[in-house]
Every structure is written in structure tokens, then in C-alpha cells.
């Protein structure tokens, strides 16, 4: 009778990390599964303790799994999905919804974020995906400038309320402030104006301020006076702007 040698020594089992990558592999990679369907689990298997994992597989629920967990991934972003955390930048990407989610799971961008608990602390899934997007998009200014605002909302949403947070940070500028936490951006008029703001007059890029407090978020246009408190060297402009926005329960 074929099959395995039951006098060989019993593989060794996967310990957890080997076996949440094996799990992930196999609900990303689509082709993984055409293969394990059509060749069998001793064509694709790296190790005793992966072919001994991948015999017990359905296929069928295999496949239904992979579909659940794309949904699941889209439908992890800000307000639903993260269609409703990045509105404004989608609608500027000629892609599908379907073609970026495509794109996102077969990122480097993708192993950034930390799903599975135990495989340690990564970026939230927002900026994981701001990053396969600015990745995709190295112009217009607008669209990277609209990805970077719609991202510092998502990641400010959660500042205000996630105690603790379940996520690193990755981007530059934020900083901790008495109440929370504080950021300054500076985009172009155009870019402000598509997404609704007044961005006065000029044609300088406009100082933009994002601040996360147990009370919420305020954003928005900022004067450079308050610009000031973002200065990396103290001053006493900064010290002034401040102690501004302490007294208006920002800083």
C-alpha cells in the first residue's frame, strides 16, 4: 500500500508563527490553492509539518474562508470599509475596488499590518493601505496629499477613543500633547478646496492641524501663530501657541 512511511519519525508540528504564515499564505495566495487542488498538499508543502497540516485541509472551505477574510480585511477600515476611510482618494484612483484590494493583499505593504494578535504589533490597517496607495500614486500632488489627510483622520479617530492602542504608528509628526495627541500638515489650496475647505487666499501650501483629545477631533486650517506650536526648537511663539490651545482644550 502507497502513502507515507508510518515507521518514519512523526513530523514535527508547526509552533504558532509557522503556522498563522502558513494560514495567511494560503488565504492570500490564490495560486497556493490552485496548486494544493490540482498537484496536492506534497507539492506545495515546505516541511513534514506543513504537508501534515495541509492533508486535513477542505478545499471548499478553504475557498470559502479566503473569500470571508478578503471581505473582512475591506471591511476593516474607518466608519465600515476602506472605501468609507478613504472616500475622496478612491474616487481619484481609476481602479476597482476589487483591483486595489487585489493589489493590497499581494503587497509588501500588507505584511506591515498585524492581524493575527500574537504575531506582534503593526500598523494599523488605514496606514498600511495609505502606504500601498501612495506606493501606487507618486502624482498627482493632490491625490498623494488627499490618501496622506484622509489617513491622519482615520489614525486621529482612533487616537481619541483606542485606549490603548492596538497599532504602531508609523507616521512622522504626530506628537503627544497634554490632552492627547497633535499634528501639523501643510497641503496645497487645491487640494483643500477638493475636499471642501477654505483654504484662503494664496498659492503657498496652507498649514493644516489635526488634534485627538478624549473629547474627539477638531482639524482644520490653522494661522501659522498656531502653526508656531509644532516648531521642533521652543520659542516663545510656540510657547504662546501653546498655551492657546491648552486654554481651548486641545493641547
Given at each position: 500500500?502507497?502513502?507515507?512511511?508510518?515507521?518514519?519519525?512523526?513530523?514535527?508540528?508547526?509552533?504558532?508563527?509557522?503556522?498563522?504564515?502558513?494560514?495567511?499564505?494560503?488565504?492570500?495566495?490564490?495560486?497556493?490553492?490552485?496548486?494544493?487542488?490540482?498537484?496536492?498538499?506534497?507539492?506545495?508543502?515546505?516541511?513534514?509539518?506543513?504537508?501534515?497540516?495541509?492533508?486535513?485541509?477542505?478545499?471548499?472551505?478553504?475557498?470559502?474562508?479566503?473569500?470571508?477574510?478578503?471581505?473582512?480585511?475591506?471591511?476593516?477600515?474607518?466608519?465600515g470599509s476602506l472605501a468609507t476611510a478613504f472616500p475622496?482618494?478612491?474616487?481619484?484612483?481609476?481602479?476597482?475596488?476589487?483591483?486595489?484590494?487585489?493589489?493590497?493583499?499581494?503587497?509588501?505593504?500588507?505584511?506591515?499590518?498585524?492581524?493575527?494578535?500574537?504575531?506582534?504589533?503593526?500598523?494599523?490597517?488605514?496606514?498600511?493601505?495609505?502606504?500601498?496607495?501612495?506606493?501606487?500614486?507618486?502624482?498627482?500632488?493632490?491625490?498623494?496629499?488627499?490618501?496622506?489627510?484622509?489617513?491622519?483622520?482615520?489614525?486621529?479617530?482612533?487616537?481619541?477613543?483606542?485606549?490603548?492602542?492596538?497599532?504602531?504608528?508609523?507616521?512622522?509628526?504626530?506628537?503627544?500633547?497634554?490632552?492627547?495627541?497633535?499634528?501639523?500638515?501643510?497641503?496645497?489650496?487645491?487640494?483643500?478646496?477638493?475636499?471642501?475647505?477654505?483654504p484662503g487666499e494664496g498659492a503657498e501650501p496652507v498649514?493644516?492641524?489635526?488634534?485627538?483629545?478624549?473629547?474627539?477631533?477638531?482639524?482644520?486650517?490653522?494661522?501659522?501663530?498656531?502653526?508656531?506650536?509644532?516648531?521642533?526648537?521652543?520659542?516663545?511663539?510656540?510657547?504662546?501657541?501653546?498655551?492657546?490651545?491648552?486654554?481651548?482644550?486641545?493641547?
Open positions: 500500500m502507497g502513502g507515507r512511511d508510518m515507521s518514519a519519525p512523526a513530523a514535527r508540528p508547526l509552533d504558532g508563527e509557522r503556522l498563522s504564515d502558513l494560514i495567511m499564505r494560503l488565504l492570500l495566495d490564490g495560486r497556493l490553492r490552485e496548486r494544493l487542488a490540482t498537484e496536492g498538499a506534497a507539492a506545495v508543502a515546505t516541511s513534514e509539518g506543513e504537508l501534515e497540516c495541509l492533508e486535513t485541509i477542505d478545499l471548499d472551505e478553504l475557498d470559502a474562508a479566503a473569500r470571508r477574510f478578503r471581505s473582512t480585511i475591506w471591511r476593516l477600515g474607518t466608519g475622496h482618494s478612491l474616487r481619484l484612483i481609476a481602479a476597482t475596488e476589487a483591483e486595489l484590494l487585489d493589489g493590497f493583499l499581494g503587497s509588501p505593504r500588507f505584511a506591515e499590518f498585524r492581524l493575527v494578535p500574537y504575531a506582534g504589533t503593526g500598523l494599523s490597517v488605514e496606514e498600511a493601505f495609505a502606504r500601498f496607495l501612495l506606493d501606487l500614486a507618486p502624482e498627482p500632488r493632490v491625490l498623494r496629499e488627499t490618501i496622506t489627510h484622509e489617513l491622519m483622520i482615520a489614525l486621529f479617530t482612533a487616537l481619541s477613543c483606542e485606549r490603548p492602542l492596538s497599532f504602531a504608528i508609523g507616521c512622522e509628526g504626530i506628537v503627544e500633547t497634554g490632552r492627547g495627541h497633535a499634528a501639523l500638515r501643510r497641503y496645497a489650496p487645491d487640494s483643500l478646496t477638493s475636499w471642501g475647505e477654505n498649514p493644516y492641524a489635526y488634534f485627538a483629545t478624549p473629547a474627539g477631533v477638531t482639524r482644520g486650517v490653522v494661522s501659522e501663530r498656531v502653526a508656531a506650536a509644532f516648531a521642533a526648537e521652543p520659542s516663545d511663539g510656540s510657547r504662546a501657541a501653546r498655551d492657546a490651545l491648552s486654554r481651548r482644550g486641545l493641547w
